[in-house]
């Protein structure tokens, strides 16, 4: 029989070759468009996710699936643009349908471990990419996304240990060149830290993020002029990007360039109002160069926006105190305090304040909490010395002064005051040894002495030290 003979039963009743109206000739007809509709339709998707259309990318993704439903691929699609739209649970379900469809598909199953993972599904996530590497275990992305869970859980020795591992067999993994920095700067090794930043924008050299980290880095070294720099760069890359400027202004007002450091802090504000340190910085600035009105309001819109912000109460207060306006000072420091209760410097403000408005006891007290929180600090048992001497507790102040001197014995102010202490306490030969050690240090103290004590050239004991 020819290959182009037919039976007719091979036919339908009445049909022939050219007049195939049946089922089967439908099915052969619709088959390639319906191929042509999927891949334009797939074609679409990339597009989209390419612009980072997620939303559009989704709705375009649904209806691929409706014409390939047993498409692993389709799924895995629908996954990462979920993903992106930080819908983790329904990510994680589109990979586990389309590991249903295909369940050995490593990069498959990688996607869903970074899934599990952005749900804080940290070990079984860990889990995954372990068992990745079972079955393939050169997968660098398995390897780097083990590193990335373990960094996360602040495990930072064992992630730059897979990190290495994986520069020792690509030098120009990029990626764990942007992990090596940030763990290193965890790790407070920011030499390490800057040249893993190094490499990588080498690599890299048009990551904003990665510049700007940079420069944190340098800015916490002190290097400001590279830090600014590296913010610049950034904002190079990338203009609209207010943290980039509120740390270029705070490495400028650090750099004593405070008028540009304003004008940083305001560019950030015209991106996002509602920046509270940016506010509270640049009332700092303002306070700095002495425009205390001007810094006044810009504290004043920092507690506006966030009432339990302490720093800014204290900011004010400190303007006001300045301006002589003690009740408002008093009040801002009182506020602050509430908020802040372990804060010595607050305390110490406060007691400055209370002792300039003549509240002697009341001032004692901050002296007091300034010495219990930050018991090193000898100008605070100077003051706190100072302040009892004046109400008459002669033992007590003695006691601070000598605490005072155990902290900085080069300080003529203390021996000085000692030495009123003692002579008050008729102790004239002590007195007289700690009156020499605040003369050798600072001889215009003499002249105070003498203008203080002006009896004391008549005393015997004195009048040697004083021609002296």
């Not at 410097?345 to 406060?350: F, H, I, P, T």
């Not at 001497?389 to 033992?395: I, K, P, T």
């Not at 000692?418 to 002590?430: D, I, W």
Request: hydrophobic share 35%; net charge negative.
């Amino acid at each position: 029989m020819s290959i182009l003979d037919f039976d007719d039963d091979e036919f339908p009743e009445g049909g022939s070759p050219d007049d195939m109206s049946g089922a089967n000739k439908g099915e052969f007809r619709n088959e390639e468009p319906e191929r042509s509709g999927a891949d334009a339709l797939e074609e679409q998707v990339n597009f989209q996710c390419d612009r980072e259309n997620y939303g559009d990318a989704l709705r375009l993704v649904q209806r691929l699936l409706e014409l390939t439903p047993y498409s692993a691929e389709s799924w895995q699609k629908q996954g990462l643009i979920l993903s992106n739209l930080s819908r983790h649970e329904e990510a994680l379900a589109s990979f586990e349908r389309a590991l249903d469809l295909n369940p050995l598909d490593t990069d498959l199953m990688i996607n869903r471990g970074i899934c599990l993972d952005d749900l804080g599904r940290h070990s079984e996530a860990l889990g995954v990419f372990d068992r990745v590497l079972e079955l393939e275990p050169s997968n660098t992305d398995a390897l780097f996304n083990k590193g990335v869970v373990i960094e996360k859980s602040g495990d930072f020795k064992d992630a730059v240990a897979i990190f290495e591992s994986i520069l020792e067999s690509q030098k120009d993994h990029a990626d764990s060149w942007y992990e090596l920095g940030y763990c290193y700067d965890y790790m407070d090794q920011p030499e390490k830290s800057l040249a893993a930043y190094d490499e990588y924008t080498r690599l890299e050299p048009y990551n904003h993020n990665a510049w700007y980290n940079r420069g944190i880095v340098l800015s916490r070294v002190l290097r400001y002029v590279q830090a600014i720099e590296s913010y610049n760069i950034a904002l190079a890359i990338h203009d609209q990007f207010p943290a980039a400027r509120y740390n270029l202004g705070n490495a400028l007002a650090n750099m004593g360039r405070l008028q540009e450091a304003i004008e940083c802090y305001n560019r950030t504000l015209e991106l996002d109002s509602g920046d509270v340190p940016a506010w509270h910085n640049m009332g700092n600035a303002y306070e700095e160069l002495g425009s205390l009105d001007e810094a006044v309001r810009c504290f004043t819109q920092a507690i506006r926006l966030d009432q339990s912000h302490y720093e800014s109460f204290f900011g004010r207060g400190s303007c006001h105190d300045v301006m002589e306006e003690p009740r408002k000072a008093l009040a801002d420091y009182n506020k602050a305090l509430a908020l802040c209760k372990n804060y010595p410097e607050l305390w110490y403000a406060k007691a400055d304040l209370l002792y300039n408005m003549g509240r002697l006891r009341d001032s004692l007290i901050c002296y007091r909490m300034v010495t219990k929180l930050d018991p090193a600090q000898h100008e605070a048992w100077l003051d706190y010395g100072e302040t009892l001497l004046e109400l008459g507790y002669l033992r007590q102040a003695l006691k601070a002064f000598d605490t005072s001197l155990t902290l900085n014995d080069s300080c003529a102010e203390t021996y000085y005051w000692r030495t009123k202490a003692l002579l008050m306490m008729n102790r004239t030969n002590e007195a007289m040894e700690s009156l020499k050690h605040s003369f050798r240090l600072d001889p215009m103290k003499r002249k105070e002495f003498e203008e203080e004590f002006s009896g004391a050239r008549t005393l015997h004991e004195f009048s040697s030290l004083l021609q002296n």
